[in-house]
């Protein structure tokens, strides 16, 4: 597969929409000096390059009564049961994040839920009776110091292939 490389111009739309996705494309051209169909060209070709996966609108959990973050480590039995155990994750809606990780664990989860009583309502009416979920570790958010979006590097170009 080709590799795509990504100059000055990309890596500026990348930072732009990186921090408001609904910059318009016009805006981001007149900061540039160059044409909207340009920018809108370079997005699709970004998009294509799979290095633009989409945008999204966020909500910030605490305002709709998410007011617990916690962190859930598993531990699979059988690795062979991996993808039925994540399949069955799937289908608990409180858990928005998955992660196959190295060390003691076998996946992270990250769970927004109401309070401590619905989080272990979660765990042990959920999480616990998925077959093949050896043990967990749950740690539990006190405060999120900061969150971002994937850092863009600023050095003059990069090779990107599409995987």
């Known amino acids: 597969m080709p590799n795509f490389q990504i100059d000055e111009i ?10 408001d996705a609904r ?30 996966t989409g945008s999204r609108l966020q909500v910030k959990p605490s305002a709709i009564g998410l ?8 531990i699979v039995s059988d690795p062979s049961k991996c993808n039925e155990v994540v399949s069955a994750l799937k ?16 996946m992270l989860l990250k769970l927004y ?4 009583d619905h989080l272990m309502e979660v765990m ?13 570790n749950t740690m539990i958010s006190l405060q999120e110091a900061f969150e971002r979006q994937v850092w863009v590097k600023d050095f003059k170009s990069t090779n990107f292939s599409k995987t």
């Open 10 to 19: 990309d890596r500026a739309i990348l930072l732009t929409l990186i921090k």
């Open 23 to 52: 910059t318009p494309y016009l805006e981001i051209a007149r900061q540039r000096g160059i044409s909207g169909a340009a920018i809108h060209q370079r997005v699709a070709k970004l998009e294509a390059a799979g290095i633009i």
């Open 67 to 74: 007011n617990v973050c916690a962190f859930v480590s598993i």
């Open 91 to 106: 289908g608990i809606p409180e858990i928005v994040e998955c992660h196959y990780v190295t060390g003691d664990s076998t």
């Open 113 to 116: 839920c109401i309070d401590n």
């Open 124 to 136: 042990l009416n959920n999480i616990l009776k998925i077959p093949h979920i050896q043990g967990t």
